[in-house]
């Protein structure tokens, strides 16, 4: 909440955080050096003091305390934790029934394909939730299994059987489920109209240059314009208009081929298909996964698919405009002049962050179709001196033969055009008080030693400073003139994570980051309404060595202004913290704990000897207060 309701937040900002007229750089080195002396680090990032800011502006930080929670210790506890005040409760697990006529999960089994089709899906990732006529959806992405855990019945963890790979199968995609709290706790209203799983399996519409490409034409689709389901989404988006994105993250892992000494064409290589089966066996009862006898499917995955969670009989749209790649999360936001504007990052080692303008305006109530079919991608070239640019990425510009062609190829567009190789760029969220916005960069054991997959380098520098980055880190940006189709940004580092009990120099993190706070790999990344910044965490929770004191992972927030950040949350064992929504009244936050126990060591939600369910979890306060 902000201290002072009075002030706009730019005066807020400016008022706690005095931007110097001119370069103060001792003030900006005396300030990394107070502590940690990652000096070689600040220097060749440039001057943070002419960026919005000093990396860590200490002066700042008693002006203000913008957090309603007291901060929690980290834990190894196979339980979720909250401060002081605050309560945590399950609301919806993988395999609850969503329809009365389906059966409730089975521990002994965990369930068959025709029961999973009728259940919440496995690995709750991105999430959103939408008003409607009265009714309250939550639109939910699912977005891997994990083979130990679905399969953990079978003596190897290895499916038995083509149900078990299509039970696997039926738990990937998106749930759309109606909630309620009527009886003072949150719960998914069973057989509500809005229920929906969306599978591997529905169909969908191809949309914008790529739809009809040759390259995107199969067996069973000769027009190139429909396609069967989404599978591992990841990070998700919302466009203004109240429509889902979900986002097609390691599409790749899916495909095989019976022949396993097939050879897969360089431009599939560049996206990590290959003929080996990773695991989830599919090839084995879809022949569209088998890239041998299909070799132009997996050309229709690695999109964006929009979705409108408030008709269940809308056909999904894969948005083949923003371009195909291991897409985290898309970030839309209405520029000044009414275009729209998508950020998206492609995590990957060394691939790349990319940004969609539409062609058109958003008009409320007009149609919105056209808005995400036709626009200007570009992608992202940081410069080590705090500026940035956005090349756009053309047939003229990467020497490509259409837009269709940069469309499904968009990798090798980036490479085309020498954009920066990032260090794995997961979620980003626009500020909504102002024009920044912040990516999660989780970590990079390549960076500064191997070239990503399409051979670009990956120098140290710029916004990847650290040498096989175990920590990650955040960057920000502010796009020119405050206008997000601008051509050109400056930028700075909100947080290097790291961990100061072990080290001393660059992996000690930056200043803002303390042996009460550390966490190591940040992912999902989200404002709320308030501005301030929820961090959660995809990262090591052995606790141990450089890792040592961290705890599972967790869930934090931070001060865009101060850059102070807080624990909020710590999860259960060996689970990963992502995907974040509220209530529309702000009273609620709902939190994403996928994959508890991924290693073995977690029965969480129900204990005893359960089988670990990833789960969303409805966060209030005692009081009842707003949590967001
Ligand atoms: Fe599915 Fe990049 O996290
Ligand atoms: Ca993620
Ligand atoms: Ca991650």
């Known amino acids: 909440m902000k201290d002072d309701q009075t002030l706009s937040f730019d005066d807020f900002d400016e008022a706690v955080n005095p931007r110097p007229e001119t370069c103060d750089f001792d003030r900006v080195v005396d300030a990394a050096l107070s502590r940690r002396g990652f000096l070689g680090g600040v220097l060749a990032m440039g001057s943070f003091a002419t960026l919005g800011g000093s990396l860590i502006p200490t002066a700042a930080r008693a002006v203000s305390d913008r957090f309603a929670f007291q ?71 699912n977005e891997y299994t994990n083979r130990d855990i679905l399969w953990g019945n079978n003596p190897d963890a290895k499916p038995a059987s083509d149900d078990d790979i299509a039970k696997g199968m039926m738990a990937h995609g998106v749930s759309v489920i109606e909630i309620s709290n009527d009886g003072g706790a949150w719960a998914m209203v069973k057989d509500s109209p809005f229920n929906r799983r969306i599978t591997p399996q529905t169909e969908m519409s191809l949309t914008g240059p790529a739809a009809g490409h040759d390259l995107m034409k199969t067996q069973a689709d000769p027009t190139g314009t429909t396609s069967k389901g989404t599978w591992n989404n990841c990070g998700n988006g919302m466009t203004p208009w109240g429509t889902y994105l979900a986002c097609e993250e390691n599409f790749n892992g899916y495909f095989s081929a019976e022949d396993e000494a097939h050879e897969v064409s360089s431009e599939l290589q560049r996206y990590g298909i290959s003929s080996r089966d990773w695991g989830y066996g599919w090839a084995k009862i879809d022949d569209r996964f088998d890239v041998a006898k299909n070799p132009n499917e997996p050309n229709r995955a690695g999109y964006i698919v929009e979705i409108d969670p408030t008709d269940p009989t809308s056909t999904p749209r894969k948005l083949t405009a923003l371009g195909r790649f291991k897409h985290e999360n898309a970030e839309a936001v209405v520029n000044n002049d009414g275009r729209i504007v998508v950020y998206m990052g492609d995590d990957e080692r060394g691939e790349f962050m990319y940004r969609f303008v539409s062609a058109g305006v958003y008009a409320p109530g007009a149609d919105t179709n056209a808005l995400l079919e036709d626009g200007t991608l570009s992608v992202a070239k940081f410069h080590e001196d705090g500026t940035g640019e956005w090349l756009e990425l053309t047939p003229d510009t990467t020497g490509m033969s259409s837009q269709a062609e940069i469309c499904i190829h968009t990798r090798q567009a980036g490479s085309a055009v020498g954009a920066t190789t990032m260090d794995r760029p997961e979620w980003i969220t626009a500020n909504p008080n102002k024009a920044e916005v912040y990516c999660a960069l989780t970590n990079n054991k390549n960076r500064g030693l191997k070239p990503n997959k399409g051979g670009d380098e990956t120098p140290v520098g710029g916004p990847n400073p650290r040498e096989a980055n175990k920590y990650g880190q955040i960057v920000r940006w502010w796009p020119n003139g405050e206008d997000h189709a601008a051509a050109g940004f400056t930028w700075d580092l909100y947080v290097l994570a790291g961990n100061p009990t072990v080290h001393d120099d660059a992996n000690a993190g930056s200043e803002n980051l303390t042996k009460d706070n550390m966490f190591n790999s940040p992912d999902g990344i989200k404002f709320d309404s308030n501005g301030l910044l929820w961090i959660q965490t995809d990262g090591k929770y052995s606790n141990e060595g450089d890792f040592a004191g961290q705890g599972n992972n967790q869930m934090l927030a931070g001060d865009p202004v101060t850059g102070e950040i807080r624990r909020f949350l710590v999860g259960p064992n060996e689970c990963e913290v992502t995907g974040l929504s509220w209530s529309p009244d702000r009273r609620t936050m709902f939190v994403g704990i996928q994959h508890p126990g991924e290693d073995g060591n977690s029965h969480w939600p129900e204990g005893g000897n359960a089988v670990p369910r990833s789960a969303i979890i409805a966060v209030t306060r005692e009081d009842g207060g707003l949590v967001g």
């Open 71 to 141: 901060a929690i210790p980290t834990s190894t506890a196979d339980a979720v934790t909250v401060p002081a005040g605050y309560k945590a409760e399950v609301m919806v697990r993988w395999g609850d029934p969503m329809w009365s006529d389906a059966p409730e999960f089975d521990h002994a089994t965990r369930g068959s394909a025709a029961s999973q089709e009728r259940a919440f899906g496995d690995n709750t990732d991105g999430q959103d939730i939408f008003q409607h006529e009265g009714h309250t959806l939550l639109v939910v992405n």
